[in-house]
């Protein structure tokens, strides 16, 4: 059975930092590639990283670029995110999704449609 389950959102001051994780079980991250996305309430969901580890590729949007870092402990089975110098723009609930390796590419990361399971999703809040 295929699961994803995140952990380690939270509240968080402007400027500070969270590391969300992303447990996987049910299948191997040596083929699959994860994703990260994002809803805010109101707002359309976001595709915010990608990480295919087997490939050593990962993928940003640009509004995190240079603040955030996707990575994957293949042993454990579990992709994080690191959020440094978060905003109140950040505020949202995280979700992790598998992405089938052929639509991990430049132009596939982003379409949630490509993702086949979801988690259930984490609230980071970004406030003073």
């Known amino acids: 059975q295929v699961q994803l389950v995140e952990s380690g959102g939270g509240l968080v001051q402007p400027g500070g930092s969270l590391r969300l994780s992303c447990a996987a079980s049910?299948?191997?991250?040596?083929?699959?590639?994860i994703g990260w996305f994002r809803q805010a309430p109101g707002k359309e969901r976001e595709g915010v990283s990608c990480?295919?580890?087997?490939?050593?590729?990962?993928y940003y949007a640009d509004s995190v670029k240079g603040r955030f870092t996707v990575s994957a402990d293949n042993a454990k089975n579990t992709v994080y995110l690191q959020m440094n110098n978060l905003k109140p723009e950040d505020t949202a609930v995280y979700y992790c999704?598998?992405?089938?390796?052929?639509?991990?590419?430049?132009?596939?990361w982003g379409n949630g449609n490509n993702y086949d399971y979801w988690g259930q999703g984490t609230q980071v809040t970004v406030s003073s």
């Open positions: 990480i295919s580890s087997t490939e050593g590729s990962t």
């Open positions: 999704a598998r992405l089938p390796l052929y639509y991990a590419d430049y132009d596939g």
């Open positions: 049910g299948f191997s991250l040596d083929y699959y590639a």
